[in-house]
């Protein structure tokens, strides 16, 4: 472990993405708490609140050890693939809808609480999933969840819905044009053909415990997890879904592929393919390539049990 008070001297850099989350719900008044919890905690910190797109090359002209990052996992992504290049290390402020990197790591969903941890948590390395040049901290998908995910864009930007109302309508829509994706993945020089509606891609192993669906026992496994759901109905697809929620995932009847590996391609028939990274559609060349960087990032979080 090592504290940050090491650098109490001079102001630690914050940046906040003003456009999601909770950040956004408080508006300007974010800047003023922050920098109260930061008082609160015997640190001085330097906040600046900006637009997401505008997150990497904010961090690209920072000089800096250490940096705090408040967003959802959309903005410590992207902010992710700039400190692996210059070597700080990633605070982060959970200030987005869901934060599933943040509760990974043990940071408190409440701002006090985070600020605690940055300035008394341990530094520690963590892996990264790696597509085709882009990162992902969490996940990657295939089919379902991307087109679940430009549905609740599409709604938020016609009715002006909040992002979980929007997600209702969305899902709707999504399964109203469910498909089945055939997809060649190739792992270790073979090869296996997959019919699926979503192709799920983790940065280490998920859960399908009940109770525990998305925790993973580690983030520094040096792996990745495959999962391709098995082809069926729109009723099938909802019933999946649902028993999934509840931990009741059958490995061998629900995917037809389950297994971790430390690279992966994935071919698709068109030569582009919407694939969520974290929760964030992008539209990638095929094929597909995956990979694991191997504890990659420095982060702040608890320390390892």
Not at 138 to 146: C, D, L, Q, R, V
Not at 242 to 255: C, I, K, P
Not at 272 to 280: C, K, M, P, Y
Request: hydrophobic share 45%.
């Amino acid at each position: 472990m090592m504290a940050i008070r090491h650098a109490a001297n001079q102001p630690l850099p914050v940046l906040i993405n003003r456009e999601g989350g909770s950040a956004a719900a408080a508006g300007a008044k974010i800047k003023a708490d922050i920098e109260a919890a930061f008082r609160d905690a015997g640190l001085s910190a330097d906040v600046e609140l900006i637009g997401g797109a505008d997150i990497r090359p904010a961090l690209e002209r920072l000089d800096a050890p250490v940096v705090i990052v408040g967003g959802g996992d959309g903005t410590l992504g992207a902010a992710a693939s700039v400190l692996i290049e210059t070597g700080g290390a990633l605070g982060i402020l959970p200030l987005g809808t869901h934060n599933h990197f943040a509760r990974q790591l043990g940071i408190p969903m409440d701002l006090p609480g985070a600020v605690r941890v940055v300035a008394e948590g341990a530094h520690r390395r963590v892996d990264v999933g790696m597509v085709n040049g882009h990162l992902f901290l969490n996940n990657a998908s295939i089919g379902f969840y991307p087109s679940l995910v430009r549905s609740r864009e599409q709604e938020q930007y016609r009715r002006g819905l909040p992002k979980w109302m929007a997600n209702m309508p969305a899902a709707w829509a999504a399964l109203r044009r469910l498909r089945h994706h055939r997809l060649r993945v190739e792992i270790d020089g073979t090869e296996q053909w997959v019919r699926t509606p979503l192709l799920f891609v983790g940065n280490n192993l998920y859960s399908l415990d009940g109770g525990r669906i998305g925790k993973r026992e580690a983030l520094d496994r040096g792996e990745l997890s495959l999962f391709s759901v098995e082809g069926r109905t729109r009723l099938g697809a909802l019933w999946f879904g649902l028993r999934l929620l509840v931990g009741h995932a059958n490995l061998e009847a629900d995917f037809g592929v389950a297994t971790t590996c430390r690279a992966l391609t994935v071919h698709a028939h068109s030569p582009h393919i919407h694939v969520a990274l974290d929760g964030e559609v992008h539209c990638l060349e095929s094929p597909l390539r995956f990979e694991i960087g191997r504890q990659a990032l420095g982060v702040i979080g608890q320390a390892e049990a």
